[in-house]
C-alpha cells in the first residue's frame, strides 16, 4: 500500500516563507510527475506546481517567482518552498503523485493548511 504523507502548514504572516514537504511511503512502487494543489473551501483544487522525475517543473501564473517546488527521488519526497506569501495563499494544500503500485493511478495526501495572516 502507498500513502502520502504531507508536513510544514501553520501560520504565516504576510511576506513570510513555508516550507511543504510530503513523502510517499510504501514498497515496490515507482513515481513518476509529484505536485502540489491547494483548495480553497467552496472552490475548486487547483495546481500549484508539477514536477516530473526527471525535473521538469511547471507553475501556475499566482506562484510563478515565489514558490519553487522540488523533489529528492532517493526520498521518494516532494518539497515546496513558498517565499513572499500573501493572503490569497491561504488554502490547503494537497501532495498529488502519479505512481504505478500493481497498477499506475494518482495518489493524493490528506492536505496540510497553510494561513496567511496579519
Known amino acids: 500500500q502507498v500513502q502520502l504523507v504531507e508536513s510544514g502548514g501553520g501560520l504565516v504572516q504576510p511576506g513570510g516563507s513555508l516550507t511543504l514537504s510530503c513523502a510517499a511511503s510504501?514498497?515496490?512502487?515507482?513515481?513518476?510527475?509529484m505536485g502540489w494543489y491547494r483548495q480553497v473551501p467552496g472552490n475548486q483544487r487547483e495546481l500549484v506546481a508539477t514536477?516530473?522525475?526527471?525535473?521538469?517543473?511547471n507553475y501556475a501564473d499566482s506562484v510563478k517567482g515565489r514558490f519553487t517546488i522540488s523533489r529528492d527521488n532517493a526520498k521518494n519526497s516532494v518539497y515546496l518552498q513558498m517565499n513572499s506569501l500573501k493572503p490569497e495563499d491561504t488554502a490547503i494544500y494537497y501532495c498529488k503523485a502519479d505512481i504505478f503500485y500493481i497498477f499506475r493511478q494518482d495518489y493524493w495526501g490528506q492536505g496540510t493548511q497553510v494561513t496567511v495572516s496579519a
Open positions: 510504501g514498497s515496490n512502487f515507482f513515481i513518476y510527475t
Open positions: 514536477i516530473t522525475r526527471g525535473g521538469y517543473t
